[in-house]
């Protein structure tokens, strides 16, 4: 049964990734995201601390977490900076996540070491130019030669870490007439030949995170690149989904939460008419709807990471987390800008860029209409709603 006190690890935790945010991100982080500048200088830190491979088993370096202890960790991360935490939550959840899924004992004992470490950073590459929310619709070809061995050309785009990536896996089209049936993952080492970034895209938030096309102009990959069986690529991919929607939604929950405290902070210090903010209802009101609906998110992610953990199915619980999480994030965010007044569209403070960071939440890892259609088949393709009421 979800208890609502966190276990003792999970506070421990917690209390570790929050000191590390403050004292190796916050100072930092506005002038990253200023420059649009990755913060290489990180990376290795974030893995000394076991973040780069929080899924992955001890046996392969990793730390073998819980999904709620790494919706916890993206959460403490996402609270001080969005990009920070979609560097962690895609690595962690993508790239290491499929090898992890899928992956043969060689790949797994070849690849997760150094992900795990950050030797290597993961990057995942679904969407292209073309398809996006239809996953099914990609056009990057997989033709295998004579030989047995396969060769990839397409183009990818939106790809997290896609420039500063070490070990990518790429879905490709296999058997096109099997549609969504018909397509195969490959791990793909920076370096190959015929493989490389493209434009690295300028977006409206998450500037120290980045995003970038892959090229791949007749990639040749031996048969032991294949990641998965054949043509079973889509089916693996929904799997990931599930799971990464909850550290999105981590992300969401962080992004709000962050911005929500920072106007708490701010309501108590700034006054006007004699009075501070704080002490206006209209203003009182913004905080009281932030705080209800953002421990209304948490609790929709614990159920889901729990139920995870527990071994069930979480497609519904996964779509329903995320879509609530990201939306309010996106009110709390907007709230905390409301509160800081004209302060509040400066850069000058940190609220403006949590709002930015935090509209990708309803966009990445399947847009809010996406998650409203995988919520919905669910419900109408059982006989009844099938989420256990554990918070009941
Ligand atoms: C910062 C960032 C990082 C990303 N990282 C990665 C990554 O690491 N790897 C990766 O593979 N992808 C990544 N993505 C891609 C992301 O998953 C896609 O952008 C997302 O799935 C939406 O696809 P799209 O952009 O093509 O929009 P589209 O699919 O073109 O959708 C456009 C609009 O139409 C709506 N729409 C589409 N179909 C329907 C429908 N059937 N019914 C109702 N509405 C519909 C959508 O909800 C949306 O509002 C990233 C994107 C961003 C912005």
């Known amino acids: ?164 990536g070490g070990t990518y896996v790429v879905l490709a089209v296999s058997t096109p007439e099997k549609k969504q049936h018909g397509i195969t993952a490959f791990i793909v080492e920076r370096g190959t030949p015929g493989f490389r970034a493209g434009k690295v895209l300028e977006k409206m938030g998450l500037h120290a995170s980045d995003t970038a096309e892959l090229i791949l102009d007749d990639v040749r990959l031996a048969d032991s690149q294949r990641l998965g069986q054949v043509d079973h690529g889509f089916i693996d991919t929904l799997k990931i989904l599930d799971k990464g929607r909850v550290t999105i939604a981590a992300m969401a929950l962080g992004l709000g939460y962050g911005a929500h405290e920072a106007a708490r902070r701010y309501a108590r210090e700034r006054r006007q008419f004699g009075k501070s903010l704080a002490e206006f209802q209209a203003i009182q009101n913004m905080l009281a709807d932030n705080a209800t609906e953002l421990d209304a998110a948490r609790l929709l992610i614990r159920r889901a990471a729990w139920m995870y953990d527990q071994g069930q199915r979480i497609t519904l619980a996964a779509s329903m987390a995320k879509l609530y999480a990201a939306q309010a994030a996106m009110r709390a965010c907007n709230r905390a800008v409301q509160i800081h007044g004209g302060y509040g569209y400066t850069r000058e403070y940190p609220v403006e860029r949590h709002m930015r960071d935090a509209k990708l939440c309803e966009i990445g890892e399947g847009t809010n209409e996406v998650q409203r259609m995988v919520i919905c088949r669910q419900l109408l393709s059982r006989g009844e709603l099938h989420v256990p009421h554990v918070l009941a």
């Open 1 to 164: 049964m979800l208890d609502f006190e966190l276990p003792e690890d999970l506070r421990v935790l917690q209390k570790t990734v929050r000191e590390f945010a403050a004292a190796e991100v916050a100072p930092f982080c506005h002038a990253w995201n200023e420059e649009e500048r990755f913060p290489h200088e990180l990376i290795p830190k974030l893995g000394a601390l076991g973040l780069l491979g929080m899924a992955i088993p001890e046996r392969y370096g990793g730390a073998e977490m819980s999904l709620q202890a790494i919706a916890l960790v993206v959460e403490e991360l996402a609270a001080v900076d969005g990009s920070v935490a979609i560097t962690v939550a895609s690595h962690n959840g993508l790239a290491s996540g499929h090898i992890l899924l899928a992956g043969t004992e060689e790949q797994k004992m070849k690849y997760l070491p150094d992900l795990a470490s950050g030797k290597k950073l993961g990057a995942w590459g679904l969407t292209e130019p073309g398809s996006g929310s239809d996953a099914a619709g990609a056009r990057t070809r997989a033709t295998r030669l004579d030989d047995g061995s396969w060769s990839l050309s397409g183009t990818k785009t939106f790809i997290t870490q896609g420039s500063v």
